[in-house]
């Protein structure tokens, strides 16, 4: 099991998914791009490509993108010029190779992969509508509701039985799918998940974010429309809006967390958003210091920002180890206390005798914040301000990361002098409502039109969820234990 405090008290990274047609390397692109991506996902990764002789070829691995798909003897096993790719953190299903994507089935139209980032909030009352109707399930993925709906459409064209397969889904997505001709992209009706088209040299790419256009050299062309379907084929790209157009309600964590700082969202550059963030920070909050110090690696852009619209320097007061994995020793409660420490170390030259602000992206369930604040006191710092370039996680998502349940919810649970209090920071403040759209350059947030999907802070969920009305939300099918 992960060790607590290194991985119980953040918020898990989504999915990140790649596709590209006619280059023939394209299984060594898609490795490249997952790599980008792996960010969204480190449980598994998975590439399912198509080649000339009439042939799909799969592999499939849990663990990193690096470990499974960086030998040239794994990529030539994966011949053929189309590709489609993925990295996963499960939100839906246990984390079992049978749930690894690309999902893959033979129809009577030829076979058909795909890639789901994002969570369906009525995946699991169809999963349950189709298995009583007698459907065969090969996972617990609620991605796998979509391959079987287009199993069962009647529509004579592959795209409008992808078409009428999602028209059924609720929730979060964007979908890359592969068939013997095809690269189809979608993105759900608000845009809520992201999804990206390239190009390389004639060559369509989709993929979730820019920065894995750009580890490949790809030419960024344009996001992919909320409610759209895209269709890429030798003889070019056609786009259906099966829901009509409606306007766009993205996902604001995509800036304060998920997407990698050098990523392009939404027309913005996810660094300068962060360090927005915290100069808004500063405006609201700001307290004597010393010395601005980030929680890396999230904290760091708006840490910047926060010194440079306040004027106190910045350091590098926390160190983190990026080689720390899983703890490598039995995890006894003795050593879990010091696990904190083995992903970040205190600074003591930057912080002895300083007056520090320590600047984190977002605060979850507050044990790993209040283990950091004490590393900095231990550190010799006179003074701890903690600031959280967000507002407050009141509520959790369904929309495919993976917050606790709500009554576990720092924010949820106590008030601001309470958090301080459980933490230890001698202030606490975080981002305001109207403070985080400032920063993405509105005047505030439009409370009759909301301009994202921000659930996480106001509870304002913009679709409905009939999972958890149904009372299926937490009701988990039977494992099953996979020999290796």
Do not use: W
């Amino acid at each position: 099991m992960p060790d607590d405090d290194l991985y119980g008290d953040t918020l898990r990274e989504e999915c990140g998914v790649f596709g590209v047609l006619g280059h023939e390397d394209a299984a060594a692109l898609t490795a490249l791009g997952l790599h980008a991506l792996q960010h969204r996902g480190q449980e598994a990764a998975g590439i399912v490509t198509y080649d000339d002789n009439d042939q799909f070829r799969s592999e499939r691995h849990l663990g990193l993108v690096g470990d499974h798909f960086s030998s040239a003897e794994t990529i030539s096993r994966l011949a053929g010029s189309a590709a489609v790719g993925h990295v996963r953190y499960s939100t839906t299903g246990e984390p079992a190779l049978r749930n690894v994507q690309p999902l893959f089935a033979e129809l009577d139209g030829g076979g058909f992969a795909i890639c789901h980032n994002g969570n369906f909030t009525n995946g699991l009352t169809l999963r349950r509508q189709l298995i009583r109707d007698g459907a065969i399930c090969q996972s617990t993925s609620d991605s796998e509701v979509v391959l079987q709906l287009v199993a069962r459409s009647r529509q004579p064209k592959i795209v409008d039985r992808f078409i009428e397969a999602i028209q059924q889904m609720e929730g979060a997505y964007s979908l890359v799918a592969l068939t013997r001709k095809k690269l189809i992209g979608a993105r759900d009706p608000l845009g809520i998940r992201p999804l990206v088209l390239g190009d390389l040299n004639g060559a369509p790419i989709l993929a979730s974010e820019t920065c894995a256009l750009d580890i490949i050299g790809a030419k960024f062309i344009r996001e992919i429309e909320n409610g759209e379907v895209i269709v890429c084929t030798s003889g070019g790209i056609e786009s259906y809006f099966p829901f009509g157009r409606r306007k766009a309600r993205p996902c604001i964590f995509e800036y304060v967390y998920f997407a990698r700082p050098d990523s392009v969202v939404g027309g913005r550059s996810v660094y300068d958003v962060r360090r927005q963030m915290g100069a808004q920070l500063a405006m609201e909050s700001h307290v004597d210091a010393d010395v601005v110090v980030p929680v890396p690696d999230s904290g760091v852009p708006a840490a910047i920002g926060y010194s440079q619209q306040s004027g106190v320097p910045f350091e590098l007061g926390i160190i983190r180890n990026h080689y720390v994995g899983r703890t490598f020793i039995e995890p006894t409660q003795s050593i879990r206390t010091l696990g904190v420490k083995l992903k970040h170390s205190a600074n003591r030259a930057q912080i002895e005798g300083k007056r520090v602000v320590l600047i984190d992206d977002s605060l979850v369930r507050g044990t790993t914040s209040l283990k950091i604040v004490q590393m900095i006191r231990d550190a010799g710092a006179r003074e701890v301000h903690f600031r959280l370039a967000s507002p407050p996680i009141r509520y959790s998502d369904y929309y495919g990361i993976d917050t606790p349940v709500r009554e576990k919810l720092l924010a949820a649970r106590y008030n601001l002098e309470e958090m301080r209090a459980f933490i230890g920071a001698d202030s606490l403040a975080f981002l305001s409502i109207e403070g985080i759209y400032k920063a993405m350059g509105y005047e505030g947030r439009d409370n009759t039109d909301p301009q994202f999907t921000d659930h996480c802070f106001t509870g304002d969920y913009p679709t409905p969820l009939t999972d958890l009305s149904e009372d299926v939300e937490f009701r988990k099918p039977p494992r099953l234990v996979e020999m290796r």
